[in-house]
């Protein structure tokens, strides 16, 4: 494996290592859904989520020490980032992590793809940024592709009106975040927001998590087995992926790196069909083509004015 990574470096001036975690983050967060199924058998969802948190804070911060990429925060920005907070981590994951429980891990992974599309077009209403043809035709396609993946089952409706409905906070909430995100994004660098925004979001969790969850989670017998699905989603999604991913951003730029990102949904419905048994259909597939072609189509003017892979911030929600 090792010689692997050196030959990698070595090609193209490191442009092959660069592809491959690329992939390798892709591949972590198309899987993330896939661990929160398996981690929502042993554990409620606030619990699930405040330990994700807890795991993958000090692996970022020894990242961005590591990397030399932890900025000062400045006093009067703690407000600006606890509403940054409110939106992600608290009620992003409020709303992934109870909606999961009612709709499947493609669904879920589908759903959470179209935000970049819905944030363009709410951008249109409140800052009227103008919409190309592109950005109209791709959220049409996008949508029509999201209606397929629901209805792909052969006997109707494949997901709860619920789950649907959770899944939308947490759509939502990434939105709202991305508005939020331009007070503070030209201050900070993407690693320093996330590990402050996670800290905050813990403290958030931690009273639902003493008055719904704790008597049950003293209570439970502890096995490796348990732990590893949210191991995996602290370690891999949170942590090793988001790194790949800056890396990624620094060495291709914003164009090139992102569009790796559209493809997390076709992973997420090959790994829950081998993992978790969801079916494959005709239509399914469709839905997902759909998708990602629409989100090629509705980001590509955007990714246009874009020159430098700093004037992107990143936040973590796989």
């Given amino acids: 494996m090792f010689s692997i990574i050196m030959f990698m470096k070595e090609t193209n001036n490191g442009l092959g290592l660069t592809y491959f ?18 981690a929502l058998v042993h554990f409620r969802p606030i619990s699930l989520v405040l330990a994700r948190l807890i795991f993958s804070f000090p692996l970022l911060m020894l990242s961005a020490l590591l990397m ?33 429980q009612y709709v499947s891990s493609t669904v879920a992974s589908i759903l959470i793809a179209t935000i970049p599309i819905f944030t363009s077009v709410l951008a249109y209403f409140i800052y009227k940024e103008k919409l190309t043809a592109n950005n ?55 690693l320093t927001i996330v590990s402050v925004q996670n ?21 439970k017998k502890w096995t490796f087995e348990m732990l590893l699905p949210m191991l995996y ?25 992102t569009v790796f990102a559209n493809f997390i949904p076709v992973f997420t419905a090959v790994f829950a069909f081998f993992i978790l048994g969801e079916p494959i259909t005709f239509f399914k597939i469709a839905g997902i083509i759909l998708v990602i072609a629409g989100l090629i189509m509705a980001q590509a003017s955007n990714r246009r004015r874009l020159k430098k892979p700093e004037e992107i911030i990143l936040d973590e929600r796989y």
Avoid at 234 to 252: D, E, H, P
Wanted: contains cysteine; aromatic residues 22%.
């Fill in 21 to 38: 975690f690329l992939v390798l983050a892709m591949i972590c967060w198309g899987l993330s859904f896939v661990w929160y199924k398996l």
């Fill in 68 to 100: 030399k990429r932890l900025n000062k925060i400045n006093r009067k920005d703690i407000p600006n980032f606890m509403l940054l907070a409110l939106f992600e981590p608290f009620l992003y994951f409020m709303g992934e992590s109870f909606g999961m």
């Fill in 136 to 190: 109209y035709f791709g959220v049409m396609l996008s949508f029509a592709g999201v209606l397929i993946v629901i209805f792909a089952d052969s006997r109707g409706f494949s997901a709860s009106w619920l789950g649907i409905l959770l899944m939308l906070v947490a759509v939502f909430s990434g939105m709202w975040y991305g508005f939020s995100i331009k007070r503070i994004g030209g201050k900070y660098n993407s």
């Fill in 199 to 219: 800290l905050i979001g813990t403290i958030y969790f931690l009273p639902f998590f003493f008055i719904f969850d704790f008597n049950e989670v003293i209570s």
């Fill in 233 to 257: 989603l602290s370690l891999f999604a949170s942590t090793i992926a988001y790194i790949g991913f800056i890396q990624g951003l620094r060495k291709l730029g914003v164009s090139k790196a």
